[in-house]
């Protein structure tokens, strides 16, 4: 076929054939355009239409971009954004969706970048386990006076004495709550 008798359409049937192909990673969007006898921007439109189809609309916002997923989702009716860790998670996630689709757009040239986000991420929430485990360890008081006391000796003179003066302020009007209470 010649460049004028390019089709630029193609039949339900040929653009699942086009899809499914293309999900292979086998083929790119030139391959798939002599393949069907049409352009390879017809293959683009096709696939990135379907990227678009596959993504619920409470994931979008008002433009159709993409929402990430952090910003929709809820924890116990808080926003994930409120718990450091659950949206390291729930990048973690997005960023791994990013790099299929990127293989299945066959744009290698950003892939790079995202492992590195990726393993970034990854290494964010180990390191943020490894504290929450620590301060878990941490529930004995007098462990925890002990901590305190080591770290104010290590304090220069000048910061102890201002650190001295805030805690020898009167407390006298607050009203401590035995734990279980409300």
């Not at 189809?53 to 008002?62: A, L, T």
């Not at 790099?99 to 492992?115: A, D, F, K, N």
Request: charged fraction near 25%.
């Amino acid at each position: 076929m010649g460049k004028s008798q390019k089709k630029s359409h193609l039949s339900p049937n040929e653009r699942s054939e086009v899809l499914n192909l293309y999900r292979t990673g086998n083929y790119s969007y030139r391959q798939l355009g002599e393949k069907f006898g049409c352009s390879h921007t017809t293959i683009k439109r096709i696939v990135n239409e379907d990227n678009k189809i596959n993504i619920p609309p409470e994931q979008r916002d008002s433009s159709g971009g993409i929402v990430p997923s952090s910003n929709v989702e809820q924890t116990n009716g808080t926003s994930i954004i409120d718990d450091p860790l659950q949206f390291r998670r729930a990048k973690l996630v997005e960023i791994a969706g990013d790099i299929i689709s990127t293989r299945l757009r066959g744009s290698v040239q950003v892939l790079p970048q995202l492992h590195r986000l990726h393993i970034q991420t990854h290494d964010e929430i180990t390191a943020m386990r490894r504290e929450l485990e620590e301060m878990d360890g941490m529930t004995d008081p007098d462990e925890i006076f002990q901590t305190i006391a080591i770290a104010v000796n290590g304090l220069p003179p000048i910061l102890k004495e201002k650190l001295i003066d805030v805690l020898s302020v009167d407390y006298s009007n607050v009203i401590p709550f035995k734990q279980g209470e409300k």
